[in-house]
């Protein structure tokens, strides 16, 4: 992206955030995928809704982590540079009980549970905070339910990353192409001053493919339509008690956890 455009895009939204730019209209609905033929259109996976349940007794060892992160990195171009720990980019990763479900902690916490890990990614919010306070709408909702994000309007102001209460965005300080390794010619790599996060594989969808972390997780993902009664993930949902995170904050988050 050239720097006049970068440019002109934080005078925009930063004049849309405070109400002076009448004149500018955004609209995501115009920066949606482009026409797709009538086979791919048959092929592609719907839902009113799509929704996530992790299984957490089925990631029981490290290689059960690693396998998802690694199927959902690698295709997405996600750069990965063990010098820069603090800058970390991640669209799935892992973290402790007290870290993933603050306020939810007892003392006699069954040793499963408090020795284990949680698989963490976008949630993908009914009611997601991060397309509000975003400028340009580089971040919005699409009709399926999904958060998505257009990275070339993206202007690096991280009101999402403010915005999200679950830290589930990313923010490239640094140009992320020399730390991709193995590109895929099918994902773009962002570029410095962008922020990025987890997309429930939007791409595999048009595909009619279920998301990579799931195809990887041996059935620890189950990933469906919230909307259909009669789908997979509402049965999983009425027989297994789940828990999802920070639901007090009213975001109503899309991604549930069998513990």
């Known amino acids: 992206m050239g720097s006049n ?7 925009a939204g930063v004049t849309t955030l405070l109400g002076l730019g009448g004149g500018i209209t955004l609209s995501a609905s115009s920066y949606q995928p482009e026409e797709h033929s009538a086979r791919e259109k048959e092929a592609r ?23 998802v992160i690694e199927a959902c990195h690698s295709i ?4 990965r540079d063990e010098a820069k720990a603090k800058q970390e980019i991640k669209w799935i990763w892992a973290d402790h009980f007290e870290h993933v479900f603050p306020g939810k902690e007892n003392p006699f916490l069954a040793e499963r549970v408090e020795q ?9 919010c009914k009611n997601p905070p991060c397309v509000r ?4 709408q580089a971040t919005y909702k699409r009709e399926d339910g999904i958060v998505q994000m257009d990275f070339h309007r993206c202007i690096g102001c991280r009101y999402c990353m403010a915005g999200c209460p679950f ?24 570029m410095r001053g962008v922020v990025e996060k987890c997309l429930f594989c939007y791409e595999r969808l048009e595909e009619g493919k279920q998301p990579a972390c799931v195809e990887a997780s041996n059935g620890g993902l189950i ?30 988050p899309s991604v549930f956890y069998i513990v």
């Open 223 to 252: 990933f469906g339509d919230l909307d259909d009664p009669d789908s997979h993930i509402r049965q999983v949902l009425r027989e297994k008690y789940t828990i999802r995170r920070k639901v007090d904050l009213g975001t109503e």
């Open 167 to 190: 830290g589930s965005r990313s923010f490239n300080f640094c140009d992320p192409g020399p730390y991709v390794k193995d590109k895929n010619p099918d994902f773009p790599v962002r």
């Open 116 to 124: 284990n890990e949680f698989l963490l990614l976008c949630n993908h």
């Open 45 to 67: 996976l719907h839902a009113g809704r799509w929704g996530m349940v992790i299984d957490t007794r089925k990631f029981q060892t490290e290689e059960d982590f690693h396998r």
């Open 5 to 11: 455009r970068r440019q002109f895009l934080r005078i």
């Open 133 to 136: 306070v975003c400028p340009t």
């Open 76 to 79: 997405h171009n996600v750069p």
